[in-house]
């Protein structure tokens, strides 16, 4: 089985191609612009690599999220395109379990927090075997600290490099993982995963792929505050 996944839901655009559980190839750029400019051109040269075309591929795995409402939607929005024209099914994938992998073998709770606003954070949690702890939720860093206090712990993501110095401070030094590419989504972590999750079942229809935000977005929070004080 051949998969490709892609993950638009932060700053960097990731996509990464697997066969059968092993990685082919893998791209993330960090570059500042629009990931709809650079999305598709990068998926073209990572199948070009590999000597593929859009024919080969069996599953699309998507990070719906959550993150940048945009690239959530670039990403889905782009899956989609493809599944559509090439009928084939896609997986929906947490972009915070793809952050999860980025720990490997470590034997305590993984935990992804991605900055969300202010003081919150999307985060999750995760075991050793990658099964899920703690749901994708929305929590302040003091909330998610009180959460982690008695537990053996390792937090990445933007969120965990953001607010290291509170979450060393009051859950030990080390509690967030080094600085370097763990704090950010691969593409070959979100293929990889994806194909796990196609093995088990889950593919679902194009149609069917939605992002998931777990809170409103600004426009929308503006929206309500305006027809709440009318």
Do not use: W
């Not at 750029?29 to 990931?35: D, F, M, V």
């Not at 889905?76 to 999860?100: D, E, I, M, N, R």
């Not at 994708?136 to 993501?157: H, R």
């Amino acid at each position: 089985m051949i998969v490709l996944g892609l993950d638009a839901s932060s700053d960097a655009v990731a996509v990464g191609l697997v066969s059968d559980g092993t990685l082919l190839c893998e791209y993330t750029i960090h570059n500042g612009k629009n990931h709809s400019l650079t999305l598709l051109s990068m998926v073209e040269t990572m199948l070009a690599e590999v000597n593929m075309d859009f024919c080969d591929i069996d599953v699309y795995a998507c990070g719906v999220g959550p993150g940048s409402f945009t690239g959530v939607r670039i990403g889905a929005a782009t899956v989609k395109a493809f599944a559509q024209a090439h009928k084939k099914p896609v997986v929906a994938v947490s972009s915070l379990a793809v952050l999860a992998e980025n720990l490997g073998g470590y034997d305590g709770l993984k935990v992804s927090a991605i900055h969300a606003r202010v003081n919150e954070l999307y985060c999750a949690a995760f075991g050793p075997s990658g099964e899920e702890v703690l749901s994708p939720t929305v929590m302040t860093v003091e909330e998610l600290i009180a959460y982690l206090s008695d537990k053996q712990c390792k937090i990445v993501g933007s969120g965990a490099i953001m607010f290291k110095e509170q979450f060393e401070e009051k859950l030990g030094k080390g509690a967030v993982a080094e600085a370097g590419r763990v704090h950010s989504i691969c593409g070959g972590a979100v293929a990889e995963l994806g194909y796990r999750l196609a093995i088990a079942g889950k593919e679902i229809p194009y149609g069917d792929l939605a992002p998931v935000y777990l809170r409103a977005s600004q426009a929308e929070r503006e929206y309500a505050e305006k027809h709440k004080a009318q």
